[in-house]
């Protein structure tokens, strides 16, 4: 398996309990031999984006800076302008119906 699914929204966890299910999924997902995974956050019920999608995207972000992960790219930017998003596409044809859709409530991480 080459592409992890990880859903942070499954059973309405707090931000604390999907911040914690992100770490161990990424973990276990690296131990699995997973290459990439799809973090599953949503947009938040608010219309402007919810606290889990802004800390998880904060917290992967800065695991790029620290080297710890490869890349991360927003759901919304998976399209075909984006190169990450096309190297990405390259490497894992799985990814093909993302670029089709600018979807706010998932990101892309190469782990």
């Given amino acids: 398996m080459n592409i992890a699914e990880i859903n ?3 059973g309405m966890p707090t931000c604390v309990e999907a911040m914690d299910r992100l ?6 997902a690296k131990q699995g031999g997973c290459k990439c995974a799809i973090v599953i956050h ?5 219309g402007k984006g919810g606290v ?9 972000n800065a695991q790029v800076r620290n080297g710890k992960l490869k890349s991360v790219v927003n759901g ?3 399209n075909i ?14 990814f093909e119906p993302l670029l089709r859709v600018s979807n706010h409530g998932v990101t892309v991480v190469e782990l």
């Fill in 52 to 60: 889990i999608r802004l800390k998880a995207r904060q917290w992967l």
């Fill in 76 to 78: 919304e930017d998976f």
């Fill in 42 to 46: 949503g947009y938040g019920s608010s």
């Fill in 81 to 94: 302008l984006n190169n990450k998003a096309r190297e990405l596409r390259a490497k894992f044809p799985e």
């Fill in 23 to 28: 770490k161990s999924e990424l973990k276990r």
């Fill in 8 to 10: 942070l929204e499954e």
